[in-house]
């Protein structure tokens, strides 16, 4: 079935005989969308989710969020209770829905589980396409020293990290970070990406000012018409906050054991892109 998280009248006939609910829909960064635009999906929408499920006898909804709420991890590794700290209006839409959400099942009776994804990548994705393109071709430069931490899940751990957080009875009204069982540092992670691509790492790392300043002028050039700048701040961010996060929630209550290491993910996610002509 079709249906639009913004608009309510969709969303019981899609859930009409179905026990639990998984909300993995979201509204990614987009350049030149009004904030509405996103709260309409990734905050109230959540909370008409929850709405619509108690009306159609649905027992729980697992509502998919990210690592993102906690912004950048000044002391990693980052756990469930460390503060918010959303740094654009994608996470700060997400702050506001998992709210939402907990505020409608509180009404309505529906439990309510959240999941908070730190990097998703695997066969599939298209998002980290350009970083493993990039170091494959030997074309990808780091900004700064390269030490911050970038902490990935690979896609089959979090699907199955999602379906406890459904089916474990003590996972209602509780939160839980998915990630992989091994945290990186970029350095590292671009390490692995090229011996498993059959490269040599181009090594070349370059000053992160200019580029955040470069990224801060496009903005506010391309944003007032649309346009998906050519460089952004966000995009330099990636260089500069830590992401590292303990799973041990996850492990205890939901027992979550990702089994995907960093290096089979990276040997698995190559070849995808290497079948459909990427690298």
Same mark, same amino acid.
């Given at each position: ?43 109230? @929408? ?6 619509? $499920?108690?009306?159609?006898?649905? #027992? ?17 590794? $980052? ?99 998915? $990630? ?34 470069? @990224? ?29 996060? $303990?799973?041990?929630?996850?492990? #205890?209550?939901? @027992? ?6 960093? #290096? ?16």
């Amino acid at each position: 079935m079709r249906g639009d998280l913004a608009d309510a009248a969709t969303l019981a006939p899609a859930m009409a005989g179905v026990e639990v609910v998984y909300n993995i829909a979201a509204l990614y960064r987009q350049a030149g969308l009004p904030r509405e635009v996103y709260r309409s999906v990734n905050a109230t @929408g959540v909370a008409a989710l929850v709405e619509a $499920a108690s009306k159609t006898g649905v #027992r729980r909804v697992v509502h998919c969020s990210t690592v993102g709420v906690h912004g950048d991890v000044e002391n990693p590794p $980052a756990d469930e209770d460390a503060p918010f700290r959303p740094g654009d209006v994608y996470q700060e839409t997400k702050v506001e829905g998992e709210r939402l959400g907990q505020e409608a099942a509180a009404r309505t009776g529906v439990e309510f589980s959240i999941v908070r994804p730190s990097g998703i990548y695997g066969p599939g994705d298209r998002r980290l396409l350009k970083l493993f393109r990039g170091v494959a071709r030997r074309r990808f430069v780091i900004l700064g020293d390269g030490g911050i931490f970038y902490h990935l899940t690979h896609v089959d751990d979090l699907v199955e990290g999602i379906r406890l957080a459904g089916e474990v009875p003590s996972a209602a009204g509780r939160a839980y970070i998915l $990630a992989g069982p091994e945290v990186s540092t970029l350095n590292e992670l671009v390490a692995v990406i090229a011996e498993e691509a059959g490269v040599k790492p181009l090594g070349v790392h370059l000053p992160v000012w200019p580029f955040w300043i470069a @990224g801060a002028a496009c903005e506010a050039v391309c944003a007032p018409f649309g346009i998906e700048p050519p460089l952004y701040r966000r995009r330099v961010d990636f260089f500069t906050k830590s992401r590292a996060f $303990a799973i041990d929630r996850a492990r #205890r209550e939901l @027992g979550y054991a990702p089994r995907v290491g960093l #290096r089979d993910g990276v040997r698995r996610t190559l070849a995808w892109y290497r079948d459909r002509g990427w690298l």
